[in-house]
Nanobody, 127 residues
Framework: QVQLVESGGGLVQAGGSLRLSCAAS????????MGWFRQAPGKQREFVAA????????YYADSVKGRFTISRDNAKNTVYLQMNSLKPEGTAVYYC????????????????????WGQGTQVTVSS
């Protein structure tokens, strides 16, 4: 079992920045990748970014490319999401997720393949 705890959400003005953190505990040796997803009010949860635990290859949704950066610290079992140039449409609950399955590039954005989820952290971007 892997447990995830997010932190770093809050209220920020459009154009501002926030950094989210997600600390993993438990069977962290089994993690193959971690990702961030978000769910805006009235919408389905969507992929934001992901990173391979070994090697560090990263993947981004088109809507955040060039503005968000995902990174990890394997020693701390922590993944980060640096969010710059935030837009009001970025208002959502952001969830951290971890997967332990064999990974392929094609599945990095698919929620089904992630089997551990954090409780979510609210990000509100004011216009």
């Amino acid at each position: 079992q892997v447990q995830l705890v997010e932190s770093g959400g809050g209220l920020v003005q459009a154009g501002g920045s926030l950094r989210l953190s997600c600390a993993a505990s438990g069977s962290t040796f089994s993690i193959t990748a971690m990702g961030w997803f978000r769910q805006a009010p009235g919408k389905q949860r969507e992929f934001v970014a992901a990173i391979r635990w070994s090697g560090g290859s990263t993947y981004y949704a088109d809507s955040v490319k060039g503005r968000f950066t995902i990174s990890r610290d394997n020693a701390k079992n922590t993944v980060y999401l640096q969010m710059n140039s935030l837009k009001p449409e970025g208002t959502a609950v952001y969830y951290c997720a971890a997967r332990r399955s064999i990974i392929t590039s094609a599945t990095m954005a698919i929620q089904y393949f992630y089997d551990a989820w954090g409780q979510g952290t609210q990000v509100t971007v004011s216009s």
